[in-house]
C-alpha cells in the first residue's frame, strides 16, 4: 500500500509544479499586458497634452484628424397605382428613388489647416419615389476640401477609434430581439407596402421570391465591401488634378470639373412597385426601401509643402529668420522664452534676377520681439494722431528721396524670377521622436520638405551639441531624413562681435570656426552622387545681416530638389 500512496503523492507534486508554472506564465502575461495597457495611455495622454499646448492663444491649426464619413442613403421606392378619367384600375405607377450623394475628397490649394473639416460628414439622401412614374431626384455629391499634402488612410476592422459600418450597425440595432422580432425589423428596414396590405403580402408567392432575390443581392454587396477592405483607402494628396479633354473628343462635349477622390458611395435608391409587375402579379402592391450608403473611418494627416523647413532648439531665431525673410509679413511670434511657435508657419520667398529678395525691401531693418514691435507701433500712431492735429506747415519745395530701382510688392511682380516657400516649425527638443514636447505634432511637417536649414544659436557655449541632438532626432523619427539637410545657419552672430570687444569677437570667430570644423567632419550627407558638406553660414536675422546670401543658396537648394523630383 506504501507505493502506490508515494506514486499518487509524487504525482500530485508534478501536477502542482505543472500548475505553479502556469500560474507564473499566466501572470507574466498579465504583468506584460497592463504594461502595454499603461504606454497605450501614456501615449494618448501625451498626445491630447500636445494637442492642448497647441491650441493656445486662440490658435485653430490642425494636422490631424479623424472623421467619420457615410455616403447618402438612397431614397425610396414608392407603392402606387395610375388613376384618371375612365381608368379606375390603372396600372402600377410608383416611381423608383434617387440614389444618394457620393462623398469626395478634394485637394485645394488655399487651404493650410483641417480645422473647417468637420469631425462627421454625410452626403445628400436621395428622393423618394413619387406617383404617375416620378422617380426620385439622384442627390448632389458632398466635396470635403483638404489642403495640399493632406494623406488620408482608412481605419480597418480591430482599431478601438473606427465606428462600426453600416453591416455592423445593422447588426448592432438586432440584438436582443427574438427571430421573429428580428425578421419583422429586417422587412420593415427593406419594404413598403400598399395600405392595408402588408399582411396579405407576406404570405404572397410572388413577395417572398422578390424577398429571396433582395437578400441575394445584399449577400454580393457584402462580399463587394469585404473584398474592398483588402485594399482600403491610401491617399497622398500633394498635387491637384485637372480633367484633360481629348482633342478627338466630339463638338460640343461639355467639360466636368474634377471632383476629387470618391471616398464613400451613396446607396441605390429603392425599386417602385411598377419593377415587380409579371404575368402572374398584375398588381403588385409592395416596392423597396432605399439602401445605406457607405460607412467608414478616415485618418487624415496634413504634411505640409514647404520647400524648406527650418529645424532648430526652441529660442535659436527660427521666427525671427522667416520674418526677416519675408520682411515681416510671416505674422509668427517673437518672445524671449520656449516654444513661442505652437504651429508650423509658411512664408513665401520671391527673389528677383540679381538675387535681391522682397522681403529686404519692405522697409524693416530691425526684427525684435513682438511684444516690443506692438509698443512701437502704437506709439508711432500716437505720434501720428499728434501731428496730424498740429496746423498744416509750409510747403517744402525740396526734391523728393530718390525712389529705389525695386519696390515690393505690385512693382516686384515684374522683377520676379523665382519663388518658393519656408517653413518655421516649433522648436525641436531632445526626445521629440519619442513624442516628447511637442514631438510628432510637427515633425509630420517637415517630411514633405524638399531641403532642411539647422538654425543654431551662437551665442550659446556650445552649439554643435544643439547640432547633434537636431540630427538624431531627425534620424530617430525617421531614418535618412537629415540627408535632406543642406545648410547650417549660426543665427545670434552679432551677440558675440560686439564693437569695441576685442575678446567676444576672438571668441565668437573661434566659436564660429569650431561649428564649421565639426560640420566638416561630423555632419557629412551621403548621396548618391558622393558626399555633401553643409554649408555654414552666420546672420543675424534680428538685424538683417547676411541674408542675402542665405536665400541665394536656399533658392540654389529649391532648384536642384525640383530638378531631381520632376
Known sequence: MLRPLCRSLSRQRRLFHCSGA?????????????????????????????????????????????????????????????????????????GSGGRGGDVYILPTPNLTTLSSIPKRVRGAAGGNGQGTWQNGKNAPPTIIKV????????????????????????????????????????RDDRWLHYPRYADDNLNRDVFKQAEAALY?????????????????????????????????????????????????????????????????????????????????TLYLELKILADIGLVGMPNAGKSTLLRALTGGRAKTEVAGYAFTTLNPIVGVIRVAEDGTFEGALQGENIFDETAIEEERLRERELSDMENSEEPLRLQDNS??????????????????????TVADNPGLISGASENVGLGHSFLRSMERSLALVYVVDLSRPEPWDELRDLKDELEKYQPGMSDKA????????????????????????????????????EMIVKTSDGERILDVI????????????VVVLMQKYVRQARTVKV
Open 216 to 296: 441575394r443581392e445584399e449577400r454580393a454587396r457584402r462580399w463587394a465591401r469585404k473584398q474592398r477592405l483588402l485594399s482600403p483607402i491610401n491617399l497622398d494628396l500633394d498635387k491637384t488634378e485637372e480633367v484633360m479633354i481629348s482633342d478627338d473628343a466630339p463638338l460640343g462635349m461639355g467639360q466636368h470639373e474634377w471632383l476629387g477622390h470618391i471616398i464613400a458611395r451613396g446607396g441605390n435608391g429603392g425599386l417602385g412597385n411598377p419593377h415587380f409587375l409579371s404575368p402572374m402579379n398584375r398588381s403588385p402592391k409592395f416596392a423597396t426601401r432605399g439602401h445605406e450608403g457607405e460607412r467608414m
Open 22 to 94: 502556469a500560474c507564473q506564465e499566466a501572470s507574466n502575461a498579465a504583468i506584460e499586458t497592463q504594461e502595454d495597457d499603461d504606454n497605450l495611455q501614456d501615449l494618448l495622454r501625451r498626445k491630447r497634452k500636445t494637442e492642448w499646448k497647441r491650441r493656445q492663444g486662440g490658435q485653430s491649426f490642425l494636422d490631424n484628424l479623424i472623421i467619420n464619413v457615410r455616403g447618402g442613403n438612397g431614397g425610396d421606392g414608392c407603392v402606387a397605382f395610375h388613376r384618371e378619367k375612365w381608368k379606375p384600375m390603372g396600372p402600377p405607377s410608383g
Open 486 to 521: 543642406h545648410m547650417v545657419i549660426a543665427n545670434k552672430a552679432d551677440l558675440l562681435g560686439g564693437e569695441g570687444d576685442r575678446d567676444a569677437v576672438e571668441e565668437a570667430r573661434e566659436k564660429l570656426r569650431r561649428l564649421e570644423e565639426y560640420v566638416k567632419t
Open 399 to 420: 526734391p523728393d528721396p530718390p525712389r529705389p530701382d525695386i519696390e515690393p510688392g505690385y512693382d516686384f511682380d515684374i522683377h520676379e524670377t523665382f519663388r518658393f
Open 147 to 186: 489642403p495640399l499634402g493632406t494623406v488620408i488612410r482608412e481605419l480597418l476592422p480591430g482599431d478601438s477609434r473606427r465606428a462600426k459600418d453600416e453591416w455592423e450597425a445593422e447588426e448592432e440595432s438586432l440584438q436582443g430581439l427574438s427571430p421573429e422580432e428580428r425578421r419583422a425589423k429586417l
Open 538 to 549: 552666420p546672420i543675424s536675422a534680428k538685424m538683417s545681416q547676411n541674408l542675402k546670401k
